[in-house]
């Protein structure tokens, strides 16, 4: 039903400002909640952003919380997330998912894109 292909991961120096988006095809996916996780080598999938269908609500992980955004542009079937004073905590393979209901549970999507490296250099 959705199909979501993320791009804009690559390398940056810490302090340097980053760009992901996903891409989405499907007839629900307007309607869909979006969200961004990563994972790091050696770490758990964690949440980092989610936004509800409608963009009208959406939420960032306390460690994210006034550098990275989430939004979506539903006219183009995009969710960005734009990630501002990267740190080299930041690096993961970051990944995007969808879901009927908004929610940070990466348990609840089901969903995934093929994720995307964000690198950040000290």
């Known amino acids: 039903q959705v199909q979501l292909v993320e791009s804009g991961g690559g390398l940056v120096q810490a302090g340097g400002s980053l760009r992901l988006s996903c891409a989405a095809s499907?007839?629900?996916?307007?309607?869909?909640?979006m969200a961004w996780f990563r994972q790091a080598p050696g770490k758990e999938r964690e949440f980092v952003a989610a936004i509800s269908g409608s963009g009208g609500s959406s939420s960032h992980a306390d460690s994210v919380k006034g550098r990275f955004t989430i939004s979506r542009v539903k006219a183009k079937n995009t969710v960005y997330l734009q990630m501002n004073s990267l740190k080299p905590e930041d690096t993961a393979v970051y990944y995007c998912?969808?879901?009927?209901?908004?929610?940070?549970?990466?348990?609840?999507?089901?969903?995934w894109g093929q994720g995307t490296q964000v690198t950040v250099s000290s």
């Open positions: 499907g007839r629900t996916f307007t309607t869909y909640a």
């Open positions: 998912a969808a879901n009927l209901g908004y929610t940070i549970d990466a348990g609840s999507y089901g969903y």
